[in-house]
DNA sequence: CCGAATCCACGACGATACTG
DNA sequence: CAGTATCGTCGTGGATTCGG
């Protein structure tokens, strides 16, 4: 963490092609983790498979709609499995790919990050207001 | 990664508290680093300080006022810090705060996983268009 | 039960113009 | 130079409805 040497340009990824243009994929994933569900999802799929109106009963305010549009994306990266059970009424089991429990164990890291640093940020953002307040007297 | 013990109910977070209601942070930190430009602009106060128009240059394709609400927003967080000089014309200079250090090097992991796997994630998205072109013919 | 299609509200973002 | 203020645009996501 404090060392030195990782400010050094011996980095190994270059920072202006974080940009959404070109062909950068690194803006992508992380648009599709950040998006209103997907780590909802992920976070849940982890070590077992739920069916739609599972997941959708586990997290609450999804709509039918955002979920399905979620699902759809996270399918499409490689990231969840579909299986479709030929039976009635409809069955599908969604299930995380090695792939997704890849990024999974990776995000654990951000979220554990948050945990560990949220009061501080609390604290900042209240000595900004407060300084805010300030301005206005 | 592939221990199975990380699939116990032992993990230290409850998935549920991932959603914005409620007394949350980590999806506000989440959104946060995800935003369009913040990730940009702590990848490049990494090690450096740098001033308003310095960022300005090297983010290429944001406005000044985006910049200027992205970093209040980092500044609120204490993220970043803001330092202004009394000299005219005016100078202010912006740089990572030791908790915007932390927050850069576990973002960094994202990034790597990013990079790792964008191969895999282009092949699935391939596949998966396959598919449903098939299913319109 | 699963999910696609349509419509609409709201917030984020960009462009522009203006201050200290 | 370093912002703020105002306005218009656009995409995302929610509600609802219909189909397989």
């Known amino acids: 963490m404090d060392d030195p040497a990782s400010c050094e340009t011996t980095d190994d990824y270059d920072v202006r092609q974080w940009d959404t243009r070109e062909g950068c994929e690194v803006r992508q ?7 209103k569900w997907s780590l909802l999802v992920i976070a849940l ?3 077992q498979s739920l069916r739609f109106s599972e997941l959708r009963r586990e997290i609450d305010g999804v ?3 955002m979920l399905s549009v979620t699902l759809r994306h ?3 990266d490689g990231l969840v499995s579909r299986t479709v059970h030929p039976v009635v009424p409809p069955r599908v089991d969604y299930a995380l790919t090695p792939l997704g429990r ?4 990776t995000i654990k890291a ?7 640093h949220q009061r501080e940020i609390a604290e900042a953002r209240a000595a900004y207001d407060r300084g805010r307040e300030m301005m206005d007297a």
Chains 1, 2 share one sequence.
């Open 45 to 47: 799929l982890d070590c």
């Open 102 to 105: 890849t990024l999974h164990e």
């Open 110 to 116: 951000l979220v554990t990050w948050t945990e560990d």
């Open 63 to 65: 709509s039918q709609r």
């Open 74 to 76: 996270l399918e499409r």
């Open 29 to 35: 994933i992380l648009d599709r983790v950040a998006d």
